[in-house]
């Protein structure tokens, strides 16, 4: 089977740099069922190229890849109609890689595919077509349609100690935190941020504003709420565009 071109290969732990930190990490369930991550790390001090001069295991609440276990059977899509590719994935959501590895082939491929279905869930690699542009975003479609609205996850170690609202925990060195966002895509231009609220939808959706914003029932909105208001922001949008005077020649 052809396969996609194999960028690195890892043996039975995944090798990860964290600032600056080389470290070898496990994911697994514990005894409470909480998914853990444990990470042999290795610093060194540059006194003697080559060398590690400390090590310690820390241990992280939660991981970095979307599912657990952290490989699931997946589909890679190349977009060639017909072409699939059928594989072990793991997503990881801290450094938006796709993994890949074949019948248990310990070799593992970092890919971008045009999408790629995990755990019953497809991403979508967010492309300008034609100007060949990659905006780097992998998302799920919420709402299809010229205008879609899009959802992408990622995820972030924070480490306990410092000064980000999390109290210490004795268990654990950090909990990797999850981030959701919605997007906004008018066809084939660059996903907008937006938040389910009404002023973030109207500001997208700027060319309709006052129509968009008399349609939507409160400040707060619901992922039905905003479906329906983009669809009404495609119906108002092909109006406007059948209603323009043919230009003189």
Aim: aromatic share 10%.
């Amino acid at each position: 089977m052809a396969r996609f071109q194999l960028i690195l290969s890892f043996l039975c732990a995944t090798s990860v740099t964290v600032w600056g930190q080389e470290s070898l990490c496990k994911v697994f369930r514990d005894t409470r069922g909480r998914i853990v991550t444990t990470c042999d790390v290795y610093a060194s001090t540059g006194l003697v190229p080559g060398m590690s001069s400390t090590h310690r295991q820390e241990t992280y609440l939660g991981s970095q890849y979307l599912t657990y276990p952290t490989w699931q059977k997946g589909v890679v899509r190349t977009g060639k109609p017909g072409k699939e590719l059928y594989c072990e994935l793991a997503y990881d959501l801290v450094n938006n890689d796709v993994l890949c590895r074949f019948n248990g082939d310990p070799k593992i491929s970092y890919l971008t595919p045009p999408s790629f279905v995990i755990n019953g869930l497809e991403f979508t690699r967010q492309y300008d077509n034609l100007l060949g542009t990659d905006y780097q975003l992998y998302a799920t479609v919420v709402h299809s349609g010229q205008t879609k609205l899009l959802k992408s996850l990622s995820n972030q170690l924070v480490l306990y100690g410092n000064s980000n609202g999390y109290e210490q925990d004795s268990e654990f060195n950090g909990v990797y935190q999850t981030t959701i966002k919605y997007h906004i895509r008018k066809g084939n231009a660059r996903p907008q941020v937006v938040e389910l609220t009404r002023k973030s939808v109207v500001r997208a959706l700027h060319e309709q504003a006052k129509k968009i914003a008399a349609r939507l029932p409160a400040e707060k909105l619901t992922i039905g709420d905003v479906a329906n208001a983009l669809m009404l922001y495609d119906s108002l949008m092909v109006a406007t565009r059948v209603s323009k005077p043919i230009p003189d020649l």
